[in-house]
Each structure stands twice: as structure tokens, then as C-alpha cells.
């Protein structure tokens, strides 16, 4: 695959997100690295990863996070913080996350609240991160069992994805984060979402994926241009993630990751022969359809939703491939609608 270069358009806050195999080892292309640099990274992430970061950088500190959800904590927030304090970082000094979604939301928080905000840079290292959280300037870290609650809006100062770091995620992390580029091309881009359905597994996960990631990439940059804080446009992202977050809170943030509870919140967002063509591509790639948990808590939860206005909710549907609505709707209507998908999918309680 040859570089790709897509600019990100926001003004003064504006950046390149470069697409290349093999860029990792030669990041320091683009990034300002000749400074202090903070690497964030998890357990689950090769340690040759980081290491290649670090040996470009001037003046290198690397942490590491453990792996999984519940390290975008308070906990995890202050670890960081600490240490950046302790190195004596400036203003003029820098935050690099070399990881999947979990260390993109929580150092760029860092990076957004330390000293007011210093440069931030993204490695995504995940389908999910690399096609969706690592572009945006969404921040943030959980709290009160509730996802990505405290955060803030801080646009890195570039994003470099390396394709041949898939080559160590296991199949699942992959279809994972494949849910959320279907997601972007059932509400957006009917190519895209066609080009799904005539590939097989094999070819998803194999020679399509550079495409498919390039495309959803392409989506979520028209995206964030035309509505950089999420108050009208920007809430198509959202589609299937009001219930998925929900079942991620009330499922503790373990068990299911998060494209797979996106792939079951998207299903009560439409319905008809959208829902049997988006359910075929989630059994094809092997994500879940089928709703799980406590409804009457994941009802509850739905209640702090962040697109929640008062008791009227932006809700996202797709009424057909490749076309989005965003409806206000109001919250007990919106949950009726939800138990009666559940009812009707007979749900695991």
C-alpha cells in the first residue's frame, strides 16, 4: 500500500493523518520529537512498539497502563499526570499514544488538561482506534461506571497509522473494530458499506482492510470538519452507540469490547431489510447481534447518555444503506422502543 495522506481540516487546530506500512519506524517524520516526550502505552501492546517511538525521540519517557478498559481512570489519569510532573514537563513538551482507544482517550486527556493543553500525538494500534478514536480530538476517561463522562476536546497534532501492527491483534480485535467502520458506511457511504458485502471474510480481514480503514478514515475527516464539537453533524458517529454504551456500563466494561456492543446497538436503530443487510455483515465478520444483560438497568443507563438533552435524546437511525436521520425523541419513548428490540430478540437476562 502506498502512503496516504489525509489533512484534516479544522483551522488552526488542523493536522495530517498519515496512512502508511511501515511508518513506525520512522515517526519521528512526523512528529516533533525533539523534546520531552510522554509515551503512553498498554500491557497488551507489543513493547517493540513503543521502544521504536522512544529510540526517535530526544528525551523519552515511556508509561505503561494495564490493558483494557478500566485503566481510563481517575487512577490511571493521576499516574500520568505524575509522572509528567515529575520529569518537569513544559508547555513546549509532548504526549505520544502508541496503543488502541483506551490510551488515545486517556492521554490526549492528559495532554488536553496538563498545563491547559500541550501537543498530542496518536500511534492507534487497533482497527477500532485507527478507523475511528484516534481522529476527532475526543478525549476522555471513565467515571461513576459511566464511559468517557470527564473529558475534553483536544485535537492531536497528528496521527500516523501503521498497518503491519495488525499483523499481531487476534481475529476478534480486528472484527471489533471493523464494527465501527460499518457503522460509518451504513449511515454514510453506501460504497463502502457495498464494498463490505461483496468481499468475503478472507478479503475483510486480509487485502481489504487498508481500503476499508482508508474509507472510514475519509468519513469521519468530513465528518469532524463540518462539526468539530458534535453539535449537529458529528452525531452520526453516534449510531449504535447509545445502547452499546449502555451495555458496556451495566456490563462493568469487561466482557464485550466496544465495537462489539456497537454492532448490537446499531440494530435497533433500523430496521427492515437495512437491519438484515447490516446483521449479515456483523454475522460475517463474526461480531454479535444478540442483545445481553439486565435490561432494566441498561435502560436506566441510557439516562446518561451524552447526546441527552434534558429528557430529549438526538438519536441516530439509518432508514436506508448509506443515508442517516438524527431524530429527537424523547427518553421514555426511546426506551420503550429499545425494550420492545429487546422483548422481541428475546434477551439474555
Given at each position: 500500500?502506498?502512503?496516504?495522506?489525509?489533512?484534516?481540516?479544522?483551522?488552526?487546530?488542523?493536522?495530517?493523518?498519515?496512512?502508511?506500512?511501515?511508518?513506525?519506524?520512522?515517526?519521528?517524520?512526523?512528529?516533533?520529537?525533539?523534546?520531552?516526550?510522554?509515551i503512553v502505552t498498554d500491557s497488551g501492546v507489543?513493547?517493540?512498539?513503543?521502544?521504536?517511538?522512544?529510540?526517535?525521540?530526544?528525551?523519552?519517557?515511556?508509561?505503561?497502563?494495564?490493558?483494557?478498559?478500566?485503566?481510563?481512570?481517575?487512577?490511571?489519569?493521576?499516574?500520568?499526570?505524575?509522572?509528567?510532573?515529575?520529569?518537569?514537563?513544559?508547555?513546549?513538551?509532548?504526549?505520544?499514544?502508541?496503543?488502541?482507544?483506551?490510551?488515545?482517550?486517556?492521554?490526549?486527556?492528559?495532554?488536553?488538561?496538563?498545563?491547559?493543553?500541550?501537543?498530542?500525538?496518536?500511534?492507534?494500534?487497533?482497527?477500532?482506534?485507527?478507523?475511528?478514536?484516534?481522529?476527532?480530538?475526543?478525549?476522555?476517561?471513565?467515571?461513576?461506571?459511566?464511559?468517557?463522562?470527564?473529558?475534553?476536546?483536544?485535537?492531536?497534532?497528528?496521527?500516523?497509522?501503521?498497518n503491519n501492527v495488525l499483523a499481531t491483534l487476534?481475529?476478534?480485535?480486528?472484527?471489533?473494530?471493523?464494527?465501527?467502520?460499518?457503522?460509518?458506511?451504513?449511515?454514510?457511504?453506501?460504497?463502502?458499506?457495498?464494498?463490505?458485502?461483496?468481499?468475503?471474510?478472507?478479503?475483510?480481514?486480509?487485502e481489504t482492510i487498508d481500503r476499508i480503514i482508508?474509507?472510514?478514515?475519509?468519513?469521519?475527516?468530513?465528518?469532524?470538519?463540518?462539526?468539530?464539537?458534535?453539535?449537529?453533524?458529528?452525531?452520526?458517529?453516534?449510531?449504535?452507540?447509545?445502547?452499546?454504551?449502555?451495555?458496556?456500563?451495566?456490563?462493568?466494561?469487561?466482557?464485550?469490547?466496544?465495537?462489539?456492543?456497537?454492532?448490537?446497538?446499531?440494530?435497533?436503530?433500523?430496521?427492515?431489510?437495512?437491519?438484515?443487510?447490516?446483521?449479515?455483515?456483523?454475522?460475517?465478520?463474526?461480531?454479535?447481534?444478540?442483545?445481553?444483560?439486565?435490561?432494566?438497568?441498561?435502560?436506566?443507563?441510557?439516562?446518561?447518555?451524552?447526546?441527552?438533552?434534558?429528557?430529549?435524546?438526538?438519536?441516530?437511525?439509518?432508514?436506508?444503506?448509506?443515508?442517516?436521520?438524527?431524530?429527537?425523541?424523547?427518553?421514555?419513548?426511546?426506551?420503550?422502543?429499545?425494550?420492545?428490540?429487546?422483548?422481541?430478540?428475546?434477551?439474555?437476562?
Amino acid at each position: 500500500m502506498e502512503k496516504t495522506v489525509l489533512h484534516m481540516e479544522l483551522g488552526e487546530n488542523s493536522y495530517d493523518i498519515t496512512v502508511e506500512r511501515g511508518a513506525l519506524d520512522k515517526v519521528s517524520e512526523y512528529m516533533k520529537l525533539s523534546r520531552k516526550v510522554l509515551i503512553v502505552t498498554d500491557s497488551g501492546v507489543p513493547r517493540e512498539y513503543p521502544e521504536k517511538v522512544a529510540k526517535q525521540c530526544k528525551e523519552p519517557y515511556i508509561v505503561t497502563i494495564p490493558e483494557g478498559e478500566s485503566s481510563k481512570s481517575f487512577e490511571s489519569y493521576k499516574e500520568i499526570l505524575s509522572v509528567m510532573c515529575e520529569k518537569e514537563f513544559t508547555r513546549t513538551d509532548c504526549v505520544v499514544a502508541v496503543g488502541g482507544g483506551v490510551c488515545g482517550d486517556l492521554a490526549g486527556f492528559c495532554a488536553a488538561s496538563y498545563m491547559r493543553g500541550i501537543d498530542f500525538y496518536n500511534i492507534p494500534t487497533t482497527v477500532l482506534s485507527q478507523v475511528d478514536s484516534s481522529i476527532g480530538g475526543k478525549t476522555a476517561i471513565d467515571f461513576g461506571g459511566y464511559k468517557n463522562i470527564v473529558g475534553a476536546f483536544h485535537q492531536p497534532k497528528g496521527v500516523v497509522i501503521d498497518n503491519n501492527v495488525l499483523a499481531t491483534l487476534p481475529e476478534r480485535r480486528i472484527a471489533d473494530g471493523l464494527s465501527e467502520a460499518l457503522k460509518m458506511a451504513a449511515t454514510y457511504d453506501k460504497e463502502l458499506f457495498e464494498l463490505f458485502e461483496r468481499s468475503t471474510r478472507e478479503e475483510i480481514f486480509g487485502e481489504t482492510i487498508d481500503r476499508i480503514i482508508i474509507g472510514s478514515l475519509k468519513i469521519k475527516k468530513d465528518v469532524v470538519e463540518q462539526d468539530e464539537k458534535e453539535t449537529g453533524l458529528r452525531k452520526i458517529l453516534n449510531f449504535g452507540h447509545t445502547v452499546a454504551h449502555a451495555l458496556e456500563s451495566c456490563g462493568d466494561f469487561s466482557g464485550y469490547f466496544h465495537g462489539e456492543c456497537v454492532a448490537i446497538g446499531m440494530l435497533p436503530m433500523c430496521e427492515g431489510t437495512v437491519r438484515e443487510r447490516i446483521k449479515t455483515q456483523l454475522l460475517k465478520i463474526g461480531l454479535p447481534t444478540k442483545p445481553f444483560g439486565d435490561k432494566s438497568r441498561i435502560l436506566s443507563a441510557i439516562a446518561h447518555d451524552k447526546k441527552l438533552a434534558g429528557t430529549t435524546l438526538s438519536a441516530v437511525y439509518a432508514p436506508e444503506i448509506g443515508r442517516y436521520e438524527i431524530r429527537k425523541v424523547d427518553l421514555a419513548e426511546y426506551r420503550k422502543e429499545i425494550s420492545d428490540y429487546f422483548e422481541k430478540e428475546d434477551m439474555t437476562v
